[in-house]
T-cell receptor
Framework: GAGVSQSPSNKVTEKGKDVELRCDPI?????LYWYRQRLGQGLEFLIY????????KSGLPSDRFSAERTGESVSTLTIQRTQQEDSAVYLC?????????????FGEGSRLTVL | GQQLNQSPQSMFIQEGEDVSMNCTSS?????WLWYKQDPGEGPVLLIA?????ELTSNGRLTAQFGITRKDSFLNISASIPSDVGIYFC???????????FGAGTTVTVRA
């Protein structure tokens, strides 16, 4: 597709279960970001991938969170042993390179609800 | 991290009114960005500012990069119902690629 695609769009899970969220960036975009958006709050940086460089994982809130990216394509964000405070919208974004112009292209997000 | 403070947090406006919101930071930014998020969508870039003092327009939107490089404002003129949404200011960390986002200004337009 033309834009950033995320799946699932909605996920309801029970506390303690693992979840996997997927992001398909715009073709040709080498930079990929994951952000978390809690209700009524701004976007919180989680992780950044740029080409074949080591990812910047400095925003991951705990070791229950991990992310992988295959080359310059699909990325998956995994949350293990989910907790209620993990409930949020998880947004993926891509850009041609590292931010020079500041334009990130966001997907519609994956809304996670942990019961 | 570098914190961006947006105000107001929310606003209800009458269709046709002009809207103004701003964003301040304790740190200097070399780029200021304004994004809009429609309900159920991801944020979309509206305006990018790259130079202190710069004033940039995009249709009914006007944004300025403050001289101190610690603030920016966004104006929307003659608001219409589709202006509803959350407006975020954002800026990259110095020599970095991560964008910091403000908490957003939620705009609701009364027809």
């Amino acid at each position: 597709g033309a834009g950033v695609s995320q799946s699932p769009s909605n996920k309801v899970t029970e506390k303690g279960k693992d979840v996997e969220l997927r992001c398909d960036p715009i073709s040709g975009h080498t930079a990929l970001y994951w952000y978390r958006q809690r209700l009524g709050q701004g976007l919180e940086f989680l992780i950044y991938f740029q080409g074949n460089s080591a990812p910047d994982k400095s925003g991951l809130p705990s070791d229950r969170f991990s992310a992988e990216r295959t080359g310059e394509s699909v990325s998956t964000l995994t949350i293990q042993r989910t907790q209620q405070e993990d409930s949020a919208v998880y947004l993926c974004a891509s850009s041609l390179e590292s931010i020079n112009t500041g334009e990130l292209f966001f997907g519609e997000g994956s809304r996670l609800t942990v019961l | 991290g570098q914190q961006l403070n947006q105000s107001p947090q929310s606003m209800f406006i009458q269709e046709g009114e002009d809207v103004s919101m701003n964003c301040t930071s304790s740190s200097i930014f070399n780029t200021w960005l304004w994004y809009k998020q429609d309900p159920g969508e991801g944020p979309v870039l509206l305006i990018a500012l790259y130079k202190a003092g710069e004033l940039t327009s995009n249709g009914r939107l006007t944004a300025q990069f403050g001289i101190t490089r610690k603030d920016s404002f966004l104006n929307i003129s003659a608001s219409i119902p589709s202006d509803v949404g959350i407006y975020f200011c954002a800026g990259p960390h110095a020599n970095d690629y991560k964008l910091s986002f403000g908490a957003g200004t939620t705009v609701t337009v009364r027809a």
